[in-house]
């Protein structure tokens, strides 16, 4: 398991599921499966916990356990499968976002700029849109949309300008990538090139709109008093977190019905955002970055 991934926050994520005996819960990123032993630690023996990963690697890190059900799936569909599994409503829902340590130290899937390789960057395999495709295939203006929205690029226009010009047969690798951003970057090289990466690894994975999906799901099946737990590693996710558990709605409007009700779905149990501790920090890297915010239904 530490090969793969190690369990950020491990310990507080799951506390905060305010796991008591039995129940229904849900790990939406299994990975590793670091989270979802713990969390099989404090369940009863007439628990289910259903564990989603889109990833075919993460097969090789089950748990046999029988109140496990493994979903390959992306944690998107969480409705559907509740839905076939006729299952009404959960007790608790983890997730922990982003992309595994496992993904981003394999050469051959194309998510870091260490590594020289096709730009691939999809969690799924499956999935028919890759990095090269986006960066050989989009309009000037969608990259722009991709890398101002999903990473920040303060030269935006310039860098989508200069991917078409340099578009040609060749296959966009990281190497050949990596050397047109050396040219462009603004600020520390690490930062930017994390910047960019980012931006595309989000758009080949429609990781936000997934994000939204699990989130309307988490409103429509949680019991009363179920929890939400989610772990986000960009300011993009953790937004998005932060208004559905305050607002109801990933903008963060105030939705009032016919009688002037407002919609509040939630209640925040966690004040302020959880950070990892140092000692935390210094032994995985990942923790960084990692915010973690709770809620309860109402």
Not at 113 to 125: I, V
Not at 212 to 220: I, P
């Amino acid at each position: 398991m530490s090969e793969y991934h190690i369990p950020v926050m491990l310990h507080e994520s799951v506390d905060l599921m305010g796991i008591d005996g039995n129940g229904v819960y849900v790990d939406a990123t299994f990975g590793a499966g670091g989270h979802s032993r713990e969390i099989l630690n404090r369940l009863g023996p007439d628990s289910k916990l259903l564990v989603f990963d889109q990833d075919q690697d993460a097969t090789q890190n089950l748990i046999q356990d029988d109140r496990l059900i493994f979903i390959d799936s992306n944690f998107r569909y969480l409705e559907n499968y509740l839905n076939y599994l006729k299952i009404e409503k959960i007790d608790g829902i983890l997730a922990d976002l982003g992309v595994s340590s496992f993904q981003f130290d394999s050469e051959d899937r194309g998510f870091s700029y260490r590594f020289d390789a096709k730009l691939d960057m999809r969690m799924n395999q499956e999935m028919p849109i890759t990095a090269h495709d986006i960066l050989q295939t989009y309009p000037a203006e969608e990259l722009v949309d991709v890398f101002s929205k999903y990473g920040e690029v303060r030269n935006s226009k310039t860098l989508a300008r200069e991917i078409v010009k340099n578009r040609s047969q060749a296959i966009w690798t990281s190497q050949r990538f990596n050397a047109l951003l050396d040219r462009l970057r603004m600020g520390t090289t690490a930062k930017y090139f994390a910047q960019v990466y980012q931006a595309i690894r989000i758009e080949v994975n429609d990781e936000m709109g997934a994000l939204k999906d699990l989130l309307k799901a988490s409103k429509d099946y949680l019991k009363k008093d179920g929890r939400l737990v989610v772990i986000s590693y960009h300011s993009i996710e953790d937004r998005i977190v932060k208004n559905v558990m305050k607002k109801g709605n990933p903008q963060g409007e105030m939705v009032q019905d016919d009688f002037g009700n407002i919609d509040r779905p939630f209640k925040v149990i966690t004040k302020q955002v959880v950070e990892a501790d140092e000692e935390e920090k210094k032994r995985n890297s990942r923790a960084r970055s990692a915010k973690l915010r709770a809620a309860r239904k109402l």
